[in-house]
């Protein structure tokens, strides 16, 4: 055989495992998906009709009569809200994630432990541990509420409270996040910022405050920009897990984002194909727009590190 | 001045008193689990530790419900994930980053798009084909045997060969993640092209440098992916909620959350179940706690 065609064939045959799954399980869902967008499809429904941009129109448009101007499907726009919400959590996170990580800096005896610590509830998050919030939660014999009765402070029903339901979910997922991998990149980080700055620093007699804002900060600002972009792609498709064990995403669809509703509207009840498959396109150019921006933000900052 | 000595002992006791009292969050409700886990009946449900602590919640757990399959099955699907990504990326990781053929640059940039489409984006299909794909193949060609009821040993349920609480469906999309390949392949451009053409001058066919020169030299990004695909499939919620109806095809996190309905007040059970889930992780986690951190970084700082 031809030793150049040979060659070729041993690099197909080398690519051709992961090839095949990723056509049948990438590209072809991908082309499915984008048909199944622009049709009213549905689970156990003979037939299906191609509606153009009927699924869009009724997810994202608006319509007007007497009493003013309404939302076609008013939920999405609350769902979507709901999402961008719990992403309050991200700056939070971020904040605790380099604290820690400034923490774990230190040259201490036994520091291997503590980070070990740290990274615990990040190892254990998943459904387990939300079934321990769930009853750390809970009104009456919940711990939380206990510990704020000490302090003379009537705790909420937190999961059954629309006002605070949404910020219970947020503390959680805090603690969850705060001590992951965003810390362990923070931490790495840190370890590459040159001692030259900081002793050129000291020389010009900096305090500990100017020695972060002025060395560190900057020199972690890729860092930064890194774990922020990957936790608002994040942010805009999570939520699912933690609300349907927590709050089932109620009360009252106060914590239903959107990556929920593709699940009561694909997956549950009516198995609508078409409409969830729309709404999940609509959820990618979210997370295309949001990096785009967030790309170009960092890119007209004072630093070019995007 | 100041004495030296106490003065450092004081920052000692402030920096050390930081770090508990942060560990002391990070931990606190991981012991309130273990702490419910272990009460007794007559234990009052707020108290931290239990007055009289039993493991007979860890046995009602095992005896008294499906948790041995759950854990069974989240075994079973996350090793075989595991290797089967394994396999799979580093032999494509390999083709991108070694060797040279018609449309690799081209390909490997349809693995780099699609991996920023949403998993949702793609689930639904997926589903939709899952389900229906395998009725319809038996339709078509008169037969039974896609959504056949497979019985291992003849007797322990091993759900159907295709479809709905099959562990096909449940174990093998995750084969082919694209992300898996991406991290093989920048990993394996870190090894120096010198040691595959010593190789290849010693007579080593490709698919020996691939096995015996490249594989042996990528154990950190090897243990790294087999870290996250691990953790991945062990927590994984969705994708096996909406392929599986039967109680014996559960996973351990859909398992546990479906105590919730039949146990929703029986907590000693379900923080004891919820112990018992987390056990692996924490295992995984110490055992390989250097390749979490490098990996963690191979994928920050190369991706």
């Not at chain 1, 009360?251 to 929920?260: D, E, H, K, L, R």
């Not at chain 2, 003065?7 to 409700?29: C, D, M, N």
């Not at chain 2, 931290?48 to 759950?70: C, K, Q, V």
């Not at chain 2, 099955?73 to 595991?82: D, E, K």
């Amino acid at each position: 055989m031809n030793p150049k065609l040979k060659r070729y064939l041993t690099a197909y045959a080398f690519l051709l495992p992961n090839g095949v799954g990723f056509m049948l399980f990438m590209l072809l869902p991908i082309l499915v998906s984008f048909g199944l967008a622009f049709t009213d499809c549905q689970m156990l429904k003979p037939n299906i009709r191609f509606i153009g941009f009927g699924n869009f129109i009724n997810l994202l448009g608006f319509y007007h009569d007497s009493a003013g101007w309404h939302a076609n499907d008013p939920d999405f726009w609350y769902y979507l809200y709901n999402t961008i919400f719990l992403m309050i959590g991200i700056p939070i996170s971020m904040a605790a994630s380099l604290g820690m990580a400034i923490l774990l800096n230190q040259k201490l005896k036994g520091i291997v432990l503590f980070r070990t610590l740290f990274y615990l509830p990040h190892i254990c998050s998943g459904i387990a541990i939300f079934m321990v919030w769930r009853m750390m939660y809970h009104a009456d014999v919940g711990i939380i509420n206990t510990i704020l009765g000490w302090l003379d402070i009537q705790g909420p029903d937190w999961l059954n409270s629309i006002t605070w339901a949404k910020p219970a979910l947020i503390i959680m997922g805090v603690w969850g996040a705060a001590g992951g991998n965003n810390m362990i990149i923070y931490l790495a980080a840190l370890k590459g910022v040159p001692e030259s700055l900081f002793e050129a620093a000291d020389i010009d007699g900096a305090s500990a405050w100017q020695k972060f804002r002025y060395v560190t900060w900057p020199q972690l600002a890729p860092a930064t920009f890194f774990i922020f972009t990957m936790s608002i792609i994040g942010g805009f498709q999570g939520g699912f897990n933690m609300a349907y064990i927590m709050t089932q995403g109620g009360p009252s669809g106060s914590t239903t984002t959107i990556g929920y509703y593709i699940f009561n509207m694909a997956y549950d009840g009516e198995l609508l194909l078409g409409y969830g498959s729309a709404i999940a396109w609509v959820l990618f150019v979210l997370v295309m727009g949001a990096t785009i921006l967030n790309w170009k933000c960092g890119k007209s900052g004072e630093n070019d590190y995007a | 001045m100041p004495d030296f000595r106490t003065s450092s002992v004081a920052r000692y006791a402030v920096q050390y008193g930081i770090l508990v009292a942060v560990s002391v969050t990070t931990v606190f409700p991981l012991v309130w689990m273990i702490g419910t886990s272990l009460k007794s009946a007559g234990d009052p449900v707020m108290s931290f530790l239990p007055d009289h602590p039993t493991m007979s919640n860890f046995a009602r757990a095992i005896e008294g419900t499906s948790f041995t399959r759950y854990y069974i099955n989240s075994i079973i699907i996350a090793v075989v994930s595991t290797f089967g990504q394994l396999l799979t990326s580093s032999m494509a990781g390999f083709a991108f980053a070694r060797l040279n053929f018609p449309g690799r640059d081209k390909i490997f940039f349809a693995y780099l798009a699609t991996m920023m489409i949403p998993g949702a984006v793609t689930m639904v299909p997926l589903f939709m084909i899952m389900t229906a794909g395998p009725e319809y193949l038996n339709i078509l060609l008169g037969t039974g045997m896609f959504t056949e009821k497979q019985y291992f040993l003849n007797e322990y349920y091993a759900g159907r060969a295709l479809g709905i609480d099959s562990y096909f469906t449940i174990i093998v999309p995750h084969f082919f993640s694209p992300f898996g390949v991406f991290l093989m392949r920048q990993f394996f451009l870190t090894i120096p092209k010198e040691m595959d053409e010593a190789a290849s001058i010693d007579g080593c066919s490709t698919f020996q440098i691939y096995f015996h020169v490249i594989l042996p030299m990528s154990k950190p990004a090897l243990g790294a992916l087999s870290i996250f695909v691990f953790m991945g499939t062990w927590g994984e919620f969705l994708w096996p909620l909406i392929m599986t109806n039967s109680d014996a095809m559960k996973n351990l996190p859909v398992g546990i959350a479906s105590f919730m309905g039949e146990h929703s007040t029986d907590w000693p059970l379900i923080m004891a179940a919820s112990t018992m889930m987390m056990i692996p992780m924490v295992c995984v986690f110490i055992a390989f706690q250097k390749f979490f951190v490098s990996g963690i970084q191979t994928g920050a700082v190369k991706g």
